[in-house]
């Protein structure tokens, strides 16, 4: 899928466990890791919101389109 | 999942089956019977019919057409027992279906499975049903009777296998959806 998922670089960046995070997000870890790894096929609103609310970045940081 | 009518259809599937069963038990012991001694005078509320085995309370109720020889009734009784075995393999089909409902997982691809199982099943029962041979005494005659309805039945089934098939994918992808 051409849409990268970036949230291990942010969480690198602002040094924030999986587990942190998830709490934070209200998500499980499990799914925090599907997120993680590029298998989640869609992304709440809800979700996109509160990621960017925790490691306080834009949606941009996050996502990003690479052609294939 | 508290539904009557899940709960309801678990009865009634359960108790067709173990009806079933036992009549198919029955249905083997007489045919193998009336097949080895050509006594029908025994069993004189079965009769032998062109459609599988007919019960009746009544030794002179008016049946379809009461079949006579031994070929023709063993013909009519595998015919008979092996659409029993069809409807209640049916049945205890619907029976997971039903099961997996009240478990809240309506769209696993398992249904898919079962409602395809279904349609075959429906498909022998057409033929079962539609293949018919007789006796007049000198020879054996066949012939062939086609019913559509077992056709639509069939056609139903996999119409909901694909339903099923697009809910599954559904439920994939909200599954992956965080």
Same mark, same amino acid.
């Given at each position: 899928m051409p849409i990268v998922v970036n949230l291990d670089v942010m969480m690198?960046? +602002?040094?924030? +466990?999986?587990?942190? *995070?998830? +709490?934070? *997000?209200? @998500? #499980?870890?499990?799914? *925090?890791? @599907? *997120?993680? #790894?590029?298998?989640?096929?869609?992304i709440r609103f809800s979700t996109l919101e509160a990621i960017c609310q925790a490691l306080d970045c834009q949606p941009g940081d996050i996502l990003e389109f690479q052609p294939e | 999942m508290d539904n009557p009518i899940l709960y309801l259809a678990t009865v009634v599937g359960k108790g067709? &089956?173990?009806l079933l069963s036992a009549s198919m038990f029955f249905l083997v012991f007489v045919t193998i019977y009336v097949a080895i001694t050509g006594d029908m005078e025994t069993f004189w509320y079965i009769h032998f019919t062109e459609k599988g085995i007919f019960f009746t309370n009544s030794l002179y109720q008016e049946?379809?057409?009461?079949? $006579?020889?031994?070929?023709?009734?063993l013909f009519s009784g595998l015919s008979a027992v092996l659409g029993m075995g069809c409807y209640i393999l049916i049945i205890r089909e619907s029976l997971k279906v039903v099961r997996s409902i009240? $478990?809240?997982?309506t769209f696993r691809i %398992?249904?898919?499975? $079962?409602?395809?199982?279904?349609?075959?099943?429906?498909? &022998?029962?057409?033929?079962l049903n539609a293949?018919?041979?007789?006796?007049?005494?000198?020879?054996? %005659?066949?012939?062939?009777?086609?019913?559509?309805?077992?056709?639509?039945?069939?056609?139903?089934?996999?119409?909901?296998?694909?339903?099923f098939r697009e809910g599954n994918k559904l439920?994939?992808?909200?599954?992956?959806?965080?």
């Open positions: 690198a960046k +602002r040094k924030i +466990r999986s587990k942190d *995070l998830a +709490r934070e *997000l209200g @998500i #499980t870890e499990a799914n *925090l890791s @599907i *997120l993680k #790894t590029g298998k989640a096929k869609a | 067709l &089956v173990y049946v379809p057409r009461v079949v $006579s020889g031994q070929g023709e009734i009240k $478990s809240l997982e %398992d249904n898919i499975r $079962s409602f395809q199982r279904i349609g075959k099943l429906i498909l &022998v029962l057409l033929v293949v018919i041979l007789t006796h007049n005494g000198h020879h054996w %005659d066949w012939y062939f009777e086609f019913n559509p309805t077992y056709l639509l039945g069939t056609l139903v089934c996999y119409i909901l296998a694909e339903i439920m994939e992808e909200q599954k992956l959806t965080i």
